[in-house]
């Protein structure tokens, strides 16, 4: 069963928009079908897909890279970090720049916004924009903005 979700996790990774939803959701990666986008030609870690959890109103952009494991064994069995696998969530109202890379461990908090590049290594606060490798915090997104970017984005996903 395990090689099973690692394979359609994989045929996701290489699917368009849409598409890759309904292999992303066979792996087993938590997401609510009609309130999530996720951009073409993103890597999703597909040893432990199960990892992932992205709550609504998120939109991952392209190329966007999230990993849930680290294990060097099969390079070199002496590696002094040991292999572990942890969770990555993604709250409510997030939205990930193309070609961002989520770590293994970190929770992308509600009504964040990840500039294009970032390299996220860390939790982030709620309502904030974040950029950069190492990340950094460039902003504290006021609720009044983030509601307008919310109601702007609405027309993308089938809320009514």
Same mark, same amino acid.
Do not use: F
């Given at each position: 069963m395990h090689f099973l979700k690692r394979a359609l996790c994989f045929i996701g990774n290489y699917l368009p928009p849409k598409l890759n939803l309904f292999f992303y959701k066979l792996s087993g990666v938590k997401f609510n079908f009609n309130k999530v986008w996720i951009g073409n030609k993103c890597y999703l870690d597909k040893n432990y897909p199960e990892n992932i959890i992205i709550e609504d109103n998120v939109c991952i952009s392209t190329q966007v890279s999230i990993f849930t494991h680290f294990d060097p064994s099969r390079i070199k069995n002496d590696y002094p970090i040991k292999k572990y696998k942890k969770k990555v969530v993604i709250e409510e109202g997030v939205f990930?720049? $193309?070609?961002? #890379? #989520?770590? $293994?461990g970190v929770i992308i908090k509600k009504n964040t916004f990840i500039k294009a590049g970032s390299v996220i290594t860390k939790s982030t606060n709620p309502n904030t924009l974040v950029c950069g490798n190492p990340q950094k915090e460039e902003a504290y997104l006021s609720k009044e903005l983030i509601s307008r970017i919310n109601n702007s984005n609405k027309k993308y996903f089938d809320i009514n």
């Open positions: 990930v720049g $193309p070609n961002s #890379i #989520i770590m $293994p």
